[in-house]
Protein backbone atom coordinates (compact mmCIF):
# COMPACT_ATOMS: atom_id res chain seq x y z
CA UNK A 1 0.00 0.00 0.00
CA UNK A 2 1.50 3.54 -0.85
CA UNK A 3 1.25 5.48 2.54
CA UNK A 4 2.41 9.06 2.74
CA UNK A 5 3.75 9.80 6.53
CA UNK A 6 2.79 13.61 7.23
CA UNK A 7 4.80 14.55 10.81
CA UNK A 8 6.08 17.90 12.02
CA UNK A 9 9.34 16.57 12.48
CA UNK A 10 11.75 13.27 11.96
CA UNK A 11 11.36 12.55 15.51
CA UNK A 12 12.04 9.11 17.01
CA UNK A 13 8.18 7.64 17.01
CA UNK A 14 8.32 8.71 13.08
CA UNK A 15 11.60 7.20 12.82
CA UNK A 16 10.01 3.89 14.31
CA UNK A 17 6.73 4.34 12.08
CA UNK A 18 8.48 5.54 8.59
CA UNK A 19 10.73 1.65 9.18
CA UNK A 20 8.05 -0.56 10.63
CA UNK A 21 5.54 0.12 7.87
CA UNK A 22 8.25 -0.07 5.50
CA UNK A 23 9.33 -3.62 6.84
CA UNK A 24 5.88 -4.53 6.03
CA UNK A 25 6.22 -4.15 2.60
CA UNK A 26 4.44 -1.20 2.49
CA UNK A 27 5.78 2.16 0.07
CA UNK A 28 6.32 4.64 2.51
CA UNK A 29 7.12 8.56 1.60
CA UNK A 30 7.45 11.13 4.25
CA UNK A 31 6.42 14.41 3.98
CA UNK A 32 6.96 17.18 6.75
CA UNK A 33 4.53 19.43 7.69
CA UNK A 34 6.11 22.76 6.75
CA UNK A 35 2.93 24.48 5.76
CA UNK A 36 -0.35 23.75 3.79
CA UNK A 37 0.78 24.35 0.17
CA UNK A 38 4.13 21.96 0.24
CA UNK A 39 1.76 19.39 2.19
CA UNK A 40 -0.98 19.88 -0.84
CA UNK A 41 2.11 19.41 -3.32
CA UNK A 42 3.64 16.24 -1.12
CA UNK A 43 -0.38 14.79 -1.49
CA UNK A 44 -0.40 14.97 -5.54
CA UNK A 45 2.71 14.17 -6.10
CA UNK A 46 2.04 10.69 -3.98
CA UNK A 47 -1.68 9.87 -4.76
CA UNK A 48 -1.11 8.00 -1.09
CA UNK A 49 -3.88 5.26 -0.46
CA UNK A 50 -3.31 6.41 3.05
CA UNK A 51 -1.78 9.37 5.24
CA UNK A 52 -0.52 8.41 8.75
CA UNK A 53 0.11 11.47 10.98
CA UNK A 54 2.42 9.78 13.77
CA UNK A 55 3.43 13.12 15.70
CA UNK A 56 1.87 16.31 14.37
CA UNK A 57 1.71 20.24 15.67
CA UNK A 58 -0.93 21.66 13.45
CA UNK A 59 -3.83 20.28 11.45
CA UNK A 60 -4.32 18.99 8.27
CA UNK A 61 -5.87 20.90 5.78
CA UNK A 62 -9.75 20.09 5.40
CA UNK A 63 -9.28 19.74 1.58
CA UNK A 64 -6.57 16.89 2.36
CA UNK A 65 -8.53 15.25 5.22
CA UNK A 66 -11.71 15.31 3.41
CA UNK A 67 -10.83 13.95 0.21
CA UNK A 68 -7.95 11.43 1.58
CA UNK A 69 -8.18 9.11 5.41
CA UNK A 70 -5.50 10.84 7.66
CA UNK A 71 -4.89 8.99 10.58
CA UNK A 72 -3.61 11.16 13.63
CA UNK A 73 -2.10 9.30 16.19
CA UNK A 74 -2.48 10.84 19.34
CA UNK A 75 -0.55 10.09 22.83
CA UNK A 76 -3.90 9.76 25.03
CA UNK A 77 -6.40 7.19 25.94
CA UNK A 78 -9.38 6.92 23.99
CA UNK A 79 -11.58 10.33 25.03
CA UNK A 80 -8.23 12.12 26.01
CA UNK A 81 -7.91 15.52 23.71
CA UNK A 82 -5.66 18.28 24.15
CA UNK A 83 -1.98 19.28 22.99
CA UNK A 84 0.29 18.04 26.40
CA UNK A 85 -1.85 14.93 26.90
CA UNK A 86 1.49 13.14 28.25
CA UNK A 87 2.16 16.29 30.76
CA UNK A 88 -1.55 15.73 32.25
CA UNK A 89 -0.64 12.03 32.23
CA UNK A 90 2.46 12.59 34.47
CA UNK A 91 1.17 15.27 36.23
CA UNK A 92 -1.61 13.47 37.61
CA UNK A 93 0.31 10.42 38.77
CA UNK A 94 -1.54 8.15 36.19
CA UNK A 95 -0.12 4.71 36.18
CA UNK A 96 -1.91 3.20 33.20
CA UNK A 97 -2.50 5.56 29.76
CA UNK A 98 -2.54 4.78 26.32
CA UNK A 99 -2.23 5.97 22.65
CA UNK A 100 -5.50 6.54 20.02
CA UNK A 101 -5.24 6.49 16.30
CA UNK A 102 -8.10 8.43 15.12
CA UNK A 103 -9.70 9.75 11.77
CA UNK A 104 -8.24 13.69 11.14
CA UNK A 105 -11.86 15.76 11.14
CA UNK A 106 -12.65 19.45 11.83
CA UNK A 107 -12.77 18.05 15.62
CA UNK A 108 -8.96 18.09 16.94
CA UNK A 109 -8.49 14.76 18.44
CA UNK A 110 -12.36 14.18 18.18
CA UNK A 111 -12.31 12.21 14.96
CA UNK A 112 -13.64 8.67 14.98
CA UNK A 113 -11.56 5.71 16.70
CA UNK A 114 -9.44 3.34 14.03
CA UNK A 115 -7.27 1.68 16.91
CA UNK A 116 -5.60 2.01 20.28
CA UNK A 117 -3.32 0.53 22.32
CA UNK A 118 -2.75 0.89 26.56
CA UNK A 119 0.65 1.01 28.24
CA UNK A 120 1.71 1.50 30.92
CA UNK A 121 3.59 4.64 33.18
CA UNK A 122 6.10 3.29 35.06
CA UNK A 123 7.16 5.58 38.32
CA UNK A 124 10.14 7.75 37.92
CA UNK A 125 10.36 7.89 34.56
CA UNK A 126 10.62 10.79 32.20
CA UNK A 127 8.36 12.56 29.80
CA UNK A 128 11.05 12.27 27.08
CA UNK A 129 11.65 8.57 27.84
CA UNK A 130 8.37 7.49 28.60
CA UNK A 131 7.53 8.94 24.80
CA UNK A 132 10.83 6.68 23.12
CA UNK A 133 9.66 3.82 25.03
CA UNK A 134 5.85 3.05 26.21
CA UNK A 135 4.21 5.35 24.17
CA UNK A 136 6.47 4.06 21.31
CA UNK A 137 5.21 0.86 21.59
CA UNK A 138 1.73 0.97 22.04
CA UNK A 139 1.79 3.72 19.30
CA UNK A 140 3.15 0.99 16.58
CA UNK A 141 0.63 -1.39 17.83
CA UNK A 142 -2.13 0.49 17.10
CA UNK A 143 -1.19 1.60 14.01
CA UNK A 144 -0.13 -1.33 12.46
CA UNK A 145 -3.50 -2.30 13.73
CA UNK A 146 -5.19 0.60 12.09
CA UNK A 147 -3.25 0.13 9.07
CA UNK A 148 -4.35 -3.32 8.89
CA UNK A 149 -8.45 -2.84 9.36
CA UNK A 150 -7.94 0.23 6.51
CA UNK A 151 -6.59 -2.24 3.80
CA UNK A 152 -9.17 -4.74 4.82
CA UNK A 153 -11.72 -2.41 3.41
CA UNK A 154 -14.09 -3.40 6.03
CA UNK A 155 -13.59 -1.79 8.86
CA UNK A 156 -15.66 1.03 9.86
CA UNK A 157 -14.34 3.10 12.85
CA UNK A 158 -16.42 4.15 15.51
CA UNK A 159 -16.87 7.64 17.66
CA UNK A 160 -15.07 8.11 20.80
CA UNK A 161 -18.46 8.41 22.71
CA UNK A 162 -19.30 4.57 21.25
CA UNK A 163 -16.11 2.76 20.93
CA UNK A 164 -16.35 1.81 24.67
CA UNK A 165 -19.21 2.71 26.94
CA UNK A 166 -17.43 3.36 30.22
CA UNK A 167 -15.23 6.17 28.00
CA UNK A 168 -15.52 9.81 28.62
CA UNK A 169 -14.24 13.26 26.66
CA UNK A 170 -12.02 15.08 28.42
CA UNK A 171 -10.29 17.72 26.79
CA UNK A 172 -7.59 19.10 28.53
CA UNK A 173 -5.99 22.81 28.31
CA UNK A 174 -1.81 23.23 26.95
CA UNK A 175 0.36 22.88 30.33
CA UNK A 176 1.43 25.93 30.65
CA UNK A 177 4.69 27.26 32.77
CA UNK A 178 2.47 27.72 35.88
CA UNK A 179 2.08 24.31 36.46
CA UNK A 180 5.60 23.10 36.02
CA UNK A 181 6.71 25.85 38.63
CA UNK A 182 8.92 24.56 41.17
CA UNK A 183 8.13 26.03 44.81
CA UNK A 184 11.17 25.39 46.43
CA UNK A 185 10.10 26.61 49.74
CA UNK A 186 7.37 24.21 50.17
CA UNK A 187 7.63 21.43 47.11
CA UNK A 188 8.98 18.17 48.56
CA UNK A 189 11.96 16.12 46.90
CA UNK A 190 9.53 13.93 44.68
CA UNK A 191 7.03 16.56 44.19
CA UNK A 192 10.14 18.70 42.40
CA UNK A 193 11.49 15.50 40.62
CA UNK A 194 7.94 14.86 38.96
CA UNK A 195 7.56 18.52 37.34
CA UNK A 196 11.50 18.06 36.25
CA UNK A 197 10.88 14.79 34.43
CA UNK A 198 7.75 15.85 33.40
CA UNK A 199 9.27 18.28 31.18
CA UNK A 200 12.81 16.94 30.96
CA UNK A 201 13.16 17.25 27.01
CA UNK A 202 11.16 20.16 26.24
CA UNK A 203 9.92 22.38 27.39
CA UNK A 204 12.10 22.55 30.43
CA UNK A 205 10.88 24.24 33.54
CA UNK A 206 11.27 27.72 33.60
CA UNK A 207 12.69 29.23 37.23
CA UNK A 208 15.14 31.30 38.43
CA UNK A 209 18.60 30.87 39.34
CA UNK A 210 21.48 32.79 40.42
CA UNK A 211 19.10 35.77 39.72
CA UNK A 212 18.49 34.82 35.98
CA UNK A 213 16.11 32.96 34.01
CA UNK A 214 16.83 29.48 33.23
CA UNK A 215 15.00 26.28 31.86
CA UNK A 216 15.39 23.09 33.90
CA UNK A 217 15.64 19.83 32.45
CA UNK A 218 15.67 16.65 34.29
CA UNK A 219 16.00 15.82 37.67
CA UNK A 220 16.92 13.20 39.94
CA UNK A 221 16.16 12.62 43.52
CA UNK A 222 19.28 13.04 46.25
CA UNK A 223 18.27 11.80 50.00
CA UNK A 224 22.04 12.86 51.71
CA UNK A 225 22.72 16.11 50.81
CA UNK A 226 20.72 18.86 52.26
CA UNK A 227 20.96 22.61 52.75
CA UNK A 228 18.15 25.60 52.42
CA UNK A 229 16.00 25.10 49.81
CA UNK A 230 16.37 26.33 46.55
CA UNK A 231 20.14 26.75 47.92
CA UNK A 232 22.81 25.19 45.17
CA UNK A 233 24.79 22.78 46.56
CA UNK A 234 27.08 20.97 44.92
CA UNK A 235 28.23 19.42 41.53
CA UNK A 236 28.57 16.19 39.96
CA UNK A 237 29.47 14.91 36.34
CA UNK A 238 28.55 18.64 34.99
CA UNK A 239 25.05 18.59 37.03
CA UNK A 240 24.33 20.52 39.56
CA UNK A 241 22.44 19.51 42.87
CA UNK A 242 20.20 21.89 44.49
CA UNK A 243 17.73 21.56 47.89
CA UNK A 244 14.50 20.80 48.52
CA UNK A 245 12.43 21.32 51.90
CA UNK A 246 13.49 17.42 52.37
CA UNK A 247 16.16 16.54 50.49
CA UNK A 248 17.85 17.68 47.14
CA UNK A 249 17.78 16.89 43.19
CA UNK A 250 20.56 16.69 40.72
CA UNK A 251 19.62 18.61 37.46
CA UNK A 252 21.78 17.41 34.49
CA UNK A 253 20.96 20.36 31.73
CA UNK A 254 20.07 23.76 31.69
CA UNK A 255 18.85 26.08 28.98
CA UNK A 256 18.74 30.30 29.16
CA UNK A 257 15.53 31.87 28.37
CA UNK A 258 15.84 33.83 25.05
CA UNK A 259 16.28 37.09 25.07
CA UNK A 260 13.32 38.96 23.18
CA UNK A 261 14.90 39.28 19.60
CA UNK A 262 18.07 36.91 20.57
CA UNK A 263 19.41 34.09 18.97
CA UNK A 264 17.74 30.26 20.43
CA UNK A 265 19.28 29.10 23.46
CA UNK A 266 20.24 25.43 23.90
CA UNK A 267 20.52 22.92 26.40
CA UNK A 268 23.91 22.48 27.53
CA UNK A 269 24.87 20.12 30.92
CA UNK A 270 24.15 22.15 34.00
CA UNK A 271 27.11 23.33 35.32
CA UNK A 272 28.99 23.89 31.61
CA UNK A 273 25.73 26.27 30.69
CA UNK A 274 25.94 28.58 34.04
CA UNK A 275 30.16 29.00 33.26
CA UNK A 276 31.68 31.82 35.57
CA UNK A 277 28.24 32.46 37.09
CA UNK A 278 28.90 29.20 38.78
CA UNK A 279 29.33 29.71 42.48
CA UNK A 280 32.41 27.69 44.10
CA UNK A 281 30.81 24.22 45.11
CA UNK A 282 32.02 20.87 45.81
CA UNK A 283 32.45 18.60 42.76
CA UNK A 284 30.99 15.35 45.11
CA UNK A 285 31.52 11.85 43.03
CA UNK A 286 29.76 9.13 43.01
CA UNK A 287 31.22 5.54 43.10
CA UNK A 288 30.54 3.24 40.21
CA UNK A 289 29.84 0.23 41.86
CA UNK A 290 26.91 0.74 43.38
CA UNK A 291 26.96 1.08 47.72
CA UNK A 292 24.17 -2.16 49.06
CA UNK A 293 23.91 -3.93 45.59
CA UNK A 294 21.73 -7.10 46.08
CA UNK A 295 23.14 -10.41 44.60
CA UNK A 296 21.44 -11.09 41.18
CA UNK A 297 19.68 -7.42 41.25
CA UNK A 298 19.49 -6.83 37.30
CA UNK A 299 20.48 -3.43 35.71
CA UNK A 300 16.91 -1.17 34.40
CA UNK A 301 15.08 -2.53 37.69
CA UNK A 302 15.61 0.79 39.09
CA UNK A 303 15.23 4.68 37.33
CA UNK A 304 18.40 5.63 35.21
CA UNK A 305 20.91 6.42 37.67
CA UNK A 306 19.90 5.63 40.75
CA UNK A 307 20.31 3.56 43.94
CA UNK A 308 17.30 0.76 44.02
CA UNK A 309 18.33 0.04 47.89
CA UNK A 310 19.73 2.49 50.39
CA UNK A 311 19.67 6.48 49.65
CA UNK A 312 18.94 7.85 46.24
CA UNK A 313 21.21 9.46 44.22
CA UNK A 314 22.28 10.06 40.57
CA UNK A 315 25.44 9.55 38.57
CA UNK A 316 25.30 8.60 34.51
CA UNK A 317 27.28 5.73 34.83
CA UNK A 318 27.35 2.36 36.85
CA UNK A 319 28.75 -0.78 37.17
CA UNK A 320 27.86 -3.65 39.04
CA UNK A 321 28.58 -7.39 38.92
CA UNK A 322 26.70 -10.74 38.85
CA UNK A 323 28.70 -13.58 39.42
CA UNK A 324 31.02 -13.62 35.77
CA UNK A 325 29.05 -10.70 34.37
CA UNK A 326 29.59 -6.79 34.82
CA UNK A 327 27.15 -4.96 33.55
CA UNK A 328 28.52 -1.08 32.84
CA UNK A 329 25.68 1.37 32.66
CA UNK A 330 25.73 4.42 31.31
CA UNK A 331 22.49 7.26 30.77
CA UNK A 332 23.72 10.78 28.77
CA UNK A 333 21.02 12.97 28.54
CA UNK A 334 19.60 12.39 24.83
CA UNK A 335 22.05 9.89 24.16
CA UNK A 336 25.10 12.84 23.22
CA UNK A 337 28.34 12.28 25.10
CA UNK A 338 31.14 14.90 25.26
CA UNK A 339 34.64 14.87 25.34
CA UNK A 340 33.93 15.02 29.18
CA UNK A 341 31.63 12.13 29.41
CA UNK A 342 33.30 9.88 26.81
CA UNK A 343 36.79 9.83 28.87
CA UNK A 344 34.98 9.18 31.94
CA UNK A 345 33.12 5.64 30.52
CA UNK A 346 36.61 5.11 29.31
CA UNK A 347 38.11 5.23 32.56
CA UNK A 348 34.97 3.16 34.18
CA UNK A 349 34.92 0.88 30.92
CA UNK A 350 38.75 0.04 32.26
CA UNK A 351 37.90 0.07 35.86
CA UNK A 352 35.31 -2.83 34.88
CA UNK A 353 37.67 -4.76 32.55
CA UNK A 354 40.00 -4.61 35.85
CA UNK A 355 37.10 -7.16 37.16
CA UNK A 356 37.35 -11.21 37.17
CA UNK A 357 34.15 -11.24 34.47
CA UNK A 358 33.83 -13.38 31.70
CA UNK A 359 31.20 -11.28 30.11
CA UNK A 360 30.77 -7.66 30.18
CA UNK A 361 27.25 -5.97 29.24
CA UNK A 362 27.89 -2.34 27.87
CA UNK A 363 24.37 -0.28 28.44
CA UNK A 364 21.49 -2.50 29.32
CA UNK A 365 18.83 0.38 30.38
CA UNK A 366 15.70 1.61 29.10
CA UNK A 367 15.93 4.22 26.47
CA UNK A 368 19.00 5.31 24.94
CA UNK A 369 22.03 3.78 24.21
CA UNK A 370 23.83 6.30 22.55
CA UNK A 371 23.81 8.98 19.92
CA UNK A 372 27.34 10.12 19.34
CA UNK A 373 29.53 13.23 19.94
CA UNK A 374 27.91 15.76 21.74
CA UNK A 375 26.59 18.62 19.44
CA UNK A 376 25.30 20.87 21.44
CA UNK A 377 28.83 21.07 23.61
CA UNK A 378 30.53 21.68 20.46
CA UNK A 379 28.15 24.35 19.34
CA UNK A 380 28.71 26.03 22.58
CA UNK A 381 32.72 25.78 22.87
CA UNK A 382 34.71 29.08 22.18
CA UNK A 383 36.97 26.46 19.18
CA UNK A 384 33.95 24.15 17.69
CA UNK A 385 36.30 23.04 15.50
CA UNK A 386 39.00 22.04 18.43
CA UNK A 387 36.07 20.69 20.31
CA UNK A 388 34.95 18.57 17.47
CA UNK A 389 38.15 17.23 17.10
CA UNK A 390 38.35 16.12 20.81
CA UNK A 391 34.84 14.78 21.29
CA UNK A 392 35.47 12.32 18.31
CA UNK A 393 38.88 11.24 19.52
CA UNK A 394 37.58 10.56 22.64
CA UNK A 395 34.94 8.47 21.32
CA UNK A 396 37.60 6.63 19.16
CA UNK A 397 39.79 5.73 22.13
CA UNK A 398 36.98 4.03 24.14
CA UNK A 399 35.48 2.33 21.00
CA UNK A 400 39.32 0.92 20.71
CA UNK A 401 39.43 0.13 24.02
CA UNK A 402 36.33 -2.13 23.24
CA UNK A 403 37.86 -3.61 20.07
CA UNK A 404 41.33 -4.63 21.60
CA UNK A 405 39.80 -6.34 24.68
CA UNK A 406 40.27 -10.19 24.45
CA UNK A 407 39.94 -11.78 27.37
CA UNK A 408 36.31 -11.82 27.81
CA UNK A 409 33.00 -11.34 26.05
CA UNK A 410 31.77 -7.63 25.30
CA UNK A 411 27.78 -7.48 24.83
CA UNK A 412 26.40 -3.61 23.79
CA UNK A 413 22.50 -3.83 24.75
CA UNK A 414 20.16 -1.37 23.30
CA UNK A 415 17.29 -0.30 25.32
CA UNK A 416 16.21 2.35 23.36
CA UNK A 417 17.91 4.18 19.95
CA UNK A 418 21.36 4.79 19.04
CA UNK A 419 22.70 6.79 16.05
CA UNK A 420 25.55 7.97 14.01
CA UNK A 421 28.74 7.24 16.30
CA UNK A 422 26.46 5.33 18.77
CA UNK A 423 25.64 2.93 16.51
CA UNK A 424 29.51 2.39 15.87
CA UNK A 425 29.93 2.19 19.44
CA UNK A 426 27.75 -0.98 19.67
CA UNK A 427 29.27 -2.48 17.02
CA UNK A 428 32.64 -2.33 18.60
CA UNK A 429 30.81 -5.08 21.30
CA UNK A 430 30.96 -8.80 20.06
CA UNK A 431 27.26 -9.20 20.14
CA UNK A 432 24.82 -6.35 19.98
CA UNK A 433 21.68 -6.97 21.99
CA UNK A 434 18.85 -5.09 20.87
CA UNK A 435 15.04 -4.27 22.39
CA UNK A 436 12.35 -4.30 19.56
CA UNK A 437 11.51 -1.33 19.86
CA UNK A 438 14.42 0.53 19.24
CA UNK A 439 15.30 1.96 16.17
CA UNK A 440 19.06 2.41 15.03
CA UNK A 441 20.49 5.10 12.57
CA UNK A 442 23.88 3.75 11.59
CA UNK A 443 25.04 6.47 9.51
CA UNK A 444 26.45 10.15 9.27
CA UNK A 445 26.04 11.64 6.31
CA UNK A 446 23.27 13.88 7.35
CA UNK A 447 25.17 16.10 9.46
CA UNK A 448 27.51 16.35 6.43
CA UNK A 449 30.21 14.28 8.37
CA UNK A 450 32.27 11.24 6.84
CA UNK A 451 32.11 9.33 10.67
CA UNK A 452 34.50 7.96 12.15
CA UNK A 453 34.75 5.36 15.61
CA UNK A 454 36.00 2.32 13.67
CA UNK A 455 33.23 2.28 11.33
CA UNK A 456 34.77 1.64 8.10
CA UNK A 457 35.81 -2.12 10.24
CA UNK A 458 32.74 -3.01 12.08
CA UNK A 459 30.01 -2.43 9.88
CA UNK A 460 31.23 -4.38 6.71
CA UNK A 461 32.09 -6.65 8.83
CA UNK A 462 29.23 -7.34 10.46
CA UNK A 463 26.88 -6.79 7.24
CA UNK A 464 29.10 -6.72 4.72
CA UNK A 465 30.60 -3.95 1.89
CA UNK A 466 27.50 -3.58 -0.30
CA UNK A 467 25.13 -3.67 2.75
CA UNK A 468 27.50 -1.05 4.41
CA UNK A 469 27.40 1.14 1.64
CA UNK A 470 23.64 1.07 1.40
CA UNK A 471 22.89 1.97 4.95
CA UNK A 472 25.53 4.75 5.11
CA UNK A 473 24.34 6.08 1.77
CA UNK A 474 20.72 5.84 2.17
CA UNK A 475 20.77 7.14 5.50
CA UNK A 476 17.75 5.71 6.88
CA UNK A 477 16.88 4.10 10.32
CA UNK A 478 16.51 0.59 10.62
CA UNK A 479 14.23 -1.72 12.71
CA UNK A 480 15.50 -3.74 15.54
CA UNK A 481 14.37 -6.99 13.52
CA UNK A 482 15.84 -5.43 10.15
CA UNK A 483 18.92 -5.07 11.94
CA UNK A 484 18.54 -8.59 12.78
CA UNK A 485 18.08 -9.90 9.94
CA UNK A 486 21.15 -7.90 7.99
CA UNK A 487 23.45 -8.88 11.39
CA UNK A 488 23.94 -5.69 12.60
CA UNK A 489 22.48 -7.02 15.97
CA UNK A 490 22.57 -10.44 17.26
CA UNK A 491 19.61 -10.66 19.34
CA UNK A 492 16.39 -8.98 19.66
CA UNK A 493 14.83 -9.25 23.02
CA UNK A 494 10.99 -8.70 22.72
CA UNK A 495 10.26 -6.84 26.21
CA UNK A 496 8.40 -4.39 27.80
CA UNK A 497 11.72 -1.56 28.59
CA UNK A 498 10.67 -1.57 31.84
CA UNK A 499 12.22 -5.21 32.01
CA UNK A 500 14.79 -5.11 29.59
CA UNK A 501 17.13 -4.77 32.06
CA UNK A 502 15.96 -8.18 34.08
CA UNK A 503 16.00 -9.88 30.64
CA UNK A 504 19.71 -8.61 29.46
CA UNK A 505 20.87 -10.02 32.72
CA UNK A 506 19.32 -13.68 32.37
CA UNK A 507 20.51 -13.91 29.05
CA UNK A 508 23.86 -12.80 29.95
CA UNK A 509 24.49 -14.86 33.04
CA UNK A 510 23.31 -17.84 30.25
CA UNK A 511 26.16 -16.81 28.27
CA UNK A 512 28.44 -16.71 30.96
CA UNK A 513 28.02 -19.94 32.21
CA UNK A 514 27.58 -21.07 28.27
CA UNK A 515 30.37 -24.36 27.58
CA UNK A 516 31.62 -22.61 25.14
CA UNK A 517 32.20 -19.29 26.34
CA UNK A 518 35.84 -19.51 26.86
CA UNK A 519 36.32 -21.15 23.48
CA UNK A 520 34.90 -17.91 22.03
CA UNK A 521 36.75 -15.89 23.76
CA UNK A 522 40.57 -17.67 22.93
CA UNK A 523 39.18 -17.74 19.47
CA UNK A 524 38.42 -13.68 19.49
CA UNK A 525 41.96 -13.08 20.93
CA UNK A 526 43.25 -15.28 17.94
CA UNK A 527 40.46 -13.29 15.49
CA UNK A 528 42.01 -9.95 16.28
CA UNK A 529 45.61 -11.00 15.94
CA UNK A 530 44.63 -11.79 12.45
CA UNK A 531 42.87 -8.88 11.42
CA UNK A 532 45.42 -6.57 13.16
CA UNK A 533 47.83 -8.25 10.85
CA UNK A 534 45.94 -8.30 7.30
CA UNK A 535 45.27 -3.95 8.47
CA UNK A 536 45.70 -2.51 11.96
CA UNK A 537 42.99 -0.45 13.68
CA UNK A 538 45.09 2.54 13.19
CA UNK A 539 45.17 2.86 9.70
CA UNK A 540 41.67 2.31 9.98
CA UNK A 541 41.71 5.38 12.83
CA UNK A 542 43.80 7.12 11.14
CA UNK A 543 41.76 7.32 7.20
CA UNK A 544 38.69 8.50 9.35
CA UNK A 545 39.88 11.07 11.31
CA UNK A 546 41.87 12.63 8.02
CA UNK A 547 38.13 12.89 6.73
CA UNK A 548 36.89 14.60 10.07
CA UNK A 549 39.90 16.75 10.71
CA UNK A 550 39.39 18.25 7.16
CA UNK A 551 35.40 18.80 7.66
CA UNK A 552 35.80 20.00 11.26
CA UNK A 553 38.27 22.60 10.68
CA UNK A 554 36.77 23.61 7.60
CA UNK A 555 34.58 26.87 8.48
CA UNK A 556 32.84 26.38 5.05
CA UNK A 557 32.02 22.64 5.65
CA UNK A 558 28.20 22.01 5.91
CA UNK A 559 28.90 20.56 9.11
CA UNK A 560 28.86 23.70 10.50
CA UNK A 561 25.52 25.11 9.70
CA UNK A 562 24.13 21.86 10.52
CA UNK A 563 25.55 21.40 13.85
CA UNK A 564 24.03 24.89 14.49
CA UNK A 565 20.62 24.55 13.00
CA UNK A 566 20.47 21.35 15.33
CA UNK A 567 21.27 22.68 18.41
CA UNK A 568 19.07 25.38 17.96
CA UNK A 569 16.11 23.28 16.51
CA UNK A 570 15.94 25.49 13.42
CA UNK A 571 12.50 24.84 11.56
CA UNK A 572 13.70 23.26 8.16
CA UNK A 573 12.71 24.84 4.81
CA UNK A 574 11.64 21.60 3.06
CA UNK A 575 11.59 18.10 3.37
CA UNK A 576 14.59 16.29 2.47
CA UNK A 577 14.82 14.36 -0.68
CA UNK A 578 15.67 10.88 0.69
CA UNK A 579 12.25 10.95 2.90
CA UNK A 580 9.97 11.54 0.17
CA UNK A 581 11.74 8.76 -1.61
CA UNK A 582 10.98 6.84 1.53
CA UNK A 583 11.20 2.95 1.35
CA UNK A 584 10.22 3.19 -2.56
CA UNK A 585 11.49 0.00 -3.82
CA UNK A 586 13.21 2.63 -6.38
CA UNK A 587 16.60 3.29 -5.05
CA UNK A 588 19.30 5.04 -6.73
CA UNK A 589 22.24 3.17 -6.81
CA UNK A 590 25.36 5.79 -6.73
CA UNK A 591 28.12 3.08 -6.28
CA UNK A 592 31.43 3.61 -7.35
CA UNK A 593 32.25 -0.12 -7.86
CA UNK A 594 35.37 0.28 -5.57
CA UNK A 595 35.73 -0.99 -1.63
CA UNK A 596 33.52 -0.01 0.80
CA UNK A 597 35.74 2.87 2.67
CA UNK A 598 36.03 4.20 -1.04
CA UNK A 599 32.13 4.16 -2.45
CA UNK A 600 30.87 5.48 1.25
CA UNK A 601 33.41 8.24 0.85
CA UNK A 602 32.26 9.37 -1.90
CA UNK A 603 28.60 9.07 -1.34
CA UNK A 604 29.56 11.16 1.97
CA UNK A 605 31.11 14.04 0.65
CA UNK A 606 28.05 13.97 -1.74
CA UNK A 607 25.94 14.90 0.43
CA UNK A 608 27.87 16.61 2.04
CA UNK A 609 28.11 18.69 -0.63
CA UNK A 610 24.26 19.28 -0.52
CA UNK A 611 24.01 19.27 3.10
CA UNK A 612 22.80 22.94 3.35
CA UNK A 613 19.75 21.56 1.91
CA UNK A 614 19.40 19.20 4.21
CA UNK A 615 19.24 20.62 7.54
CA UNK A 616 15.71 18.68 8.15
CA UNK A 617 17.94 15.37 7.85
CA UNK A 618 19.57 16.92 11.62
CA UNK A 619 16.57 15.37 13.09
CA UNK A 620 17.52 11.79 12.97
CA UNK A 621 20.69 12.11 14.06
CA UNK A 622 18.99 11.86 17.33
CA UNK A 623 16.01 10.58 17.50
CA UNK A 624 14.62 12.69 19.73
CA UNK A 625 11.10 13.49 20.94
CA UNK A 626 9.84 16.65 19.91
CA UNK A 627 7.84 19.34 21.61
CA UNK A 628 4.42 18.00 20.81
CA UNK A 629 4.81 15.04 23.69
Known amino acids: MDILLVASAFNSLTQRVFAELGDRGHRVALELALGDEPLREAVRRTAPELIVAPMLKTAIPPDIWSAHVCLIVHPGPVGDRGPSSLDWAIHTGATDWGVTVLQASGEMDGGAVWASARCSVPPAVGKSDLYRNEISDAALE ?64 LDELLEEEWYLHGGHAEDTLRGRPGELLATRSG ?31 AALALGDRLPALPEITAPWNRPGQQPGEAPGE ?76 IEAAADPARESWENINAMDDLVEAILTTTDRLIVSALGGNAAAGGAMLALAADQVWCRSGAVLNPHYRLMGLYGSEYWTYTLPRRVGAEEA ?15 REIGLVDV ?13 A ?6 ASAPGTQQRVSEKKAARERDEAVEPLSAYRERELAEMRATFFDPGAPYHALRAAFARKVKPSSTPEHLR ?49
Not at 175 to 182: A, C, H, P, S, T
Not at 469 to 483: C, F, I, K, S
Not at 492 to 504: C, E, H, K, L, M
Not at 621 to 627: A, C, E, K, P, Q
Open 239 to 269: ALCRATVDGAVWIPELRPRRRAGGPATFKLP
Open 302 to 377: QAPGEQSHGLRTWSDIRYREDGPVGFLSFTFPGGAMSTEQCRRLLTAYRFACARPTTVLVLGGSRDFFSNGIHLNV
Open 581 to 629: AGTSPVVRDERTGGATSDATRHATRGAARGATSAAAGVQPLTGHSSGSL
Open 506 to 511: HHAARL
Open 142 to 205: AVLLAVERFASGTYVPRSQETTDPGVEVCVRPYFEQGLRRVDWASDPTDTVVRKLRGADSQPGV
Open 492 to 504: VINSTPQDFGSAV
Open 469 to 483: ERLTRRALPVTAARA
